[in-house]
């Protein structure tokens, strides 16, 4: 099938997986993507969560399937991946919303716990990307769309192992593009600054336990359905990077345009929690 934007079928008319559908960012783009009648697979560790979100999902309750899944059971994620593959018969589009992020400086980060971040944000993503790409690659037809974040362009204190785990979904889906590029396969890379959602409280100290704490920076930014109403016209475009975020995008630019040594001190001076 020739890559052209007449392929590019309606969302209300697609396949969804949606991973991390249980609570924030991919739970606001699981109700409305059910509100327009695209067929839904919702995914999380949490059963009930994921159930509370299909009865909460407007239209025909048929068309939202639950599939709970663990990104830290690797070996479990291609079996997974064909669970859902057979649920409707294909995968139009495949979201990797699910993630967990830090509250640490580096050194105080156990490796076992930067590796458990880089396990969920950046493993358990390449793991199911793989899994579902020979359907898509059959098909002829697909959209990947990758919930990064601001920290997958920039570092910040006390995110080592989350900006790291974000850098490398960029340095992967970045070459993966090219590779399906004439298999007519989208890629949309999404780098949110702060929204509204319980990441925060659920972010790892450096001894694994849970933060337990919102931040300002969160109680201060966007909600979830401002941010998905901001979101949607892109990923109805397939756009290849889309950065959704309040002030803190000035980070982005000054990234850009500022001399380094320059960009370097006002991230040293960088309110982040
Ligand atoms: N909120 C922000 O300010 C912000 C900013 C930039 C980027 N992001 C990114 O946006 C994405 C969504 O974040 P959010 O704010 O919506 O966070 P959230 O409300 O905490 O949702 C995270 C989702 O990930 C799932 N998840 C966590 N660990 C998992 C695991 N081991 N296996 C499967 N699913 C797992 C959670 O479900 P279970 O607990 O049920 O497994 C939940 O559905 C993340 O990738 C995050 O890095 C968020």
């Known amino acids: 099938m020739k890559r052209s934007k007449k392929n590019i079928i309606p969302a209300g008319h697609r396949v ?42 407007k239209g025909n309750p048929m068309n939202v399937h639950v599939l709970p899944l663990d990104l830290e059971d690797e070996t479990s994620l291609p079996e997974k991946a064909l669970e859902a593959l057979r649920i409707f018969g294909r995968i139009d589009t495949l979201i990797h919303s699910a993630g967990v992020t830090q509250r640490a400086l580096a050194i105080d980060t156990k490796l076992s716990v930067a590796q458990k971040i880089m396990d969920i944000n950046y493993w358990g993503p390449v793991a199911i990307t793989q899994a579902v790409l020979p359907a898509m690659q059959q098909q002829g ?45 989208h890629i949309s890379m999404v780098c949110p600054g702060f929204v509204n959602t319980s990441l925060g409280e659920k972010a790892l100290i450096g001894n694994g336990e849970k933060y337990q704490k919102k931040d300002d920076v969160h109680i201060k930014a966007m909600s979830v359905s401002e941010f998905v109403k901001r979101l949607i016209p892109h990923l109805d475009k397939q756009k290849e990077e889309i950065f959704i975020a309040g002030s803190e995008i000035k980070a982005i630019w000054a990234s850009k345009y500022l001399p380094g040594k320059l960009f370097r001190r006002k991230i040293r001076e960088a309110k982040v929690i």
């Open 16 to 57: 969804i997986w949606i991973i991390g559908a249980s609570a924030g960012i991919g739970e606001g783009l699981a109700k409305y993507y059910a509100s327009i009648g695209a067929k839904l697979i919702i995914s999380a560790r949490s059963r009930d969560k994921l159930y509370q979100v299909k009865a909460a999902c």
């Open 141 to 185: 037809r697909g959209h990947i769309i990758v919930i990064s974040s601001l920290m997958g362009k920039i570092g910040t204190r006390f995110r080592s192992s989350y900006a790291a785990s974000k850098h490398a979904l960029h340095g992967y889906f970045e070459s993966l593009r090219p590779e399906i590029y004439d298999d007519n396969i």
